[in-house]
């Protein structure tokens, strides 16, 4: 018997067939106990936001968008059992949560509206999946994720507070596996210690799979997903990537820093910390092999290709023609950090510094704000940022063939490039 976190994504959970393929796989594996991690169904999350944002705005239709989320998960109940009394039951106590959060007027900020409304969507996708693998004969058990992850109050980007949660978890999950083989939880959220709920941050999962079989020290770790494996790029942007076999942990959080949509970068660390195995598979086809990411991999990779879109190019430039010295520097260091901006590149010149971040424009617009007040600021926006690990040139010419790029960093073994599209200019014969 061996101890396993799964986590199924949204796509896995999305609709009543998906989930009896989530029932299918789990039974495959009775000689293990199981700890499941799901996200909420499908795109549960954009509708929660979208809700969130329209109560905070007060803006017409809310009644609406929360009705739609009740009924897509009905919808989804009555295929799944026979007897929908129970399970609609404990649905309804969450959407009550809703409901008395949005009779009231708006008193908190929005961060903290954001997640106690959007946390809902996985306490409902795991409630569902709990019941319905109780209705088909897995010994399985529901665990509410918040008596183990103990966060701070960063409110949609909470951090870990690791002592709390390892205690919580190591207590609580091996007293819960006494009585059950599967446990079924939620990703992404958390709470504070005053037991306020929080959210780690879109995507966030993975993080959540990885924290807790850091915490319990799993065997291995399996993200069930709706590609074969880690390939060579998104196959939604490109024609045939390859599947990579197995990866190292560094090459793995390497390619997800750099925006490799298809694993949370937070998810290396602690597996890699304990050296936990991570499995990327596929969840149409089970046995399949997938991607293994631990200690040994391959030293020889294929160009792998990451591309992030909606991305704003920041110029700071001073006004007198005073070099941008260190303590400018360090005074924009701690704006990005102020209003949480990551930098995806950047590079400075004598008398300006450049900064490439995915665009969020609100906090952008906090950021440059502050930053006129000393320096001239100018924005380009609607940019791709493109990343390749182990380029060649044949890949890095096929990439920028009838772009602009704006701004190129080659180091090592990566390149990046921050690119305009330019519409192809055809000579009048
Ligand atoms: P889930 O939330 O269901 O776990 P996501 O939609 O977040 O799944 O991630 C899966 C998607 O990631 C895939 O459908 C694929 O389009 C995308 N993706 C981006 N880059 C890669 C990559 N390098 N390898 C595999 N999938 C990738
Ligand atoms: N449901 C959350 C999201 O869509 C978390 C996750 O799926 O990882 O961002
Ligand atoms: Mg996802």
Same mark, same amino acid.
């Given at each position: ?13 999305? =609709? ?27 795109? @549960? ?26 009924? =897509? ?12 009394? $129970? ?55 529901? !665990? =509410?994720?918040?008596?183990?992850? %103990? ?9 870990? *507070?690791?002592?709390?949660?390892? /205690? ?5 999950? #091996? ?23 929080? @959210? ?16 319990? =020290? ?6 069930? %997903? ?6 060579? $790029? ?43 195995? !991570? ?14 990411? /631990? +200690? ?21 430039? /001073?006004? *007198?023609? #005073? ?6 520097? $360090?005074?924009?260091?701690? !704006? ?22 995915? /665009?969020?424009?609100?906090?952008? +617009? ?20 493109? @990343? ?18 704006? !701004? ?22």
């Amino acid at each position: 018997m061996e101890l396993k976190v799964f986590k199924f994504g949204g796509a896995s959970v999305r =609709d009543a067939d998906n989930i009896k393929n989530v029932g299918a796989i789990v039974n495959s594996f009775k000689e293990d106990k199981i700890l499941i991690v799901v996200s909420a169904m499908g795109k @549960t999350t954009n509708a929660l936001e979208k809700i969130a944002q329209s109560y905070f705005d007060q803006t017409k239709g809310l009644r609406e968008l929360v009705d739609k989320v009740k009924s =897509d998960h009905h919808e989804v109940i009555d295929e799944l059992f026979d007897d929908t009394a $129970a399970i609609k039951s404990e649905l309804n106590d969450l959407f009550v949560e809703i409901d008395w959060l949005i009779e009231d007027e708006v008193k908190d900020s929005y961060d903290y509206i954001y997640d106690q409304i959007v946390s809902v969507g996985e306490l409902l996708s795991s409630r569902v999946l709990n019941a319905f693998f109780n209705s088909i004969g897995l010994n399985s058990s529901w !665990l =509410d994720v918040r008596d183990i992850i %103990k966060t701070d109050e960063s409110y949609r980007g909470a951090k870990v *507070d690791w002592d709390s949660t390892l /205690s919580f978890a190591k207590s609580g999950i #091996s007293n819960a596996f006494k009585s059950a083989d599967v446990i079924v939880t939620q990703g992404f959220i958390g709470s504070t210690n005053d037991n306020q709920t929080t @959210t780690l941050g879109r995507e966030g999962s993975d993080f959540t799979a990885s924290i807790l079989s850091y915490c319990i =020290d799993a065997k291995e770790m399996c993200i069930w %997903k709706d590609v074969p494996g880690v390939l060579t $790029a998104d196959p939604r942007l490109f024609k045939n990537p390859i599947k990579l076999d197995k990866l190292t942990y560094k090459e793995a959080i390497e390619m997800t820093y750099y925006g490799a949509k298809v694993i949370h970068p937070k998810t290396i660390k602690p597996l890699e910390n304990k050296g936990i195995k !991570l499995y990327v598979k596929p969840f149409n086809n089970p046995s399949a092999d997938g991607t293994l990411i /631990s +200690a040994e991999g391959s030293n020889h990779y294929p160009p792998v290709i990451v591309i992030e879109k909606n991305q704003v190019l920041i110029s700071i430039s /001073s006004n *007198d023609f #005073s070099f941008i010295a260190e303590d400018h520097l $360090a005074m924009i260091f701690s !704006l990005l950090d102020k209003y949480r901006l990551k930098v995806n590149l950047m590079r400075n010149t004598a008398i300006s510094f450049i900064v490439c971040i995915s /665009s969020e424009v609100d906090r952008i +617009a906090g950021f440059t704000e502050e930053l006129e007040k000393q320096f001239t600021v100018t924005q380009e926006k609607d940019l791709e940022l493109i @990343t390749v690990r182990h380029y060649n040139d044949e890949t890095v010419q096929s990439l920028i063939k009838s772009k602009m790029v704006l !701004l190129e960093e080659r180091h090592m073994s990566t390149i990046q490039m921050v690119i305009r599209q330019v519409p192809l200019q055809q000579r009048i014969e």
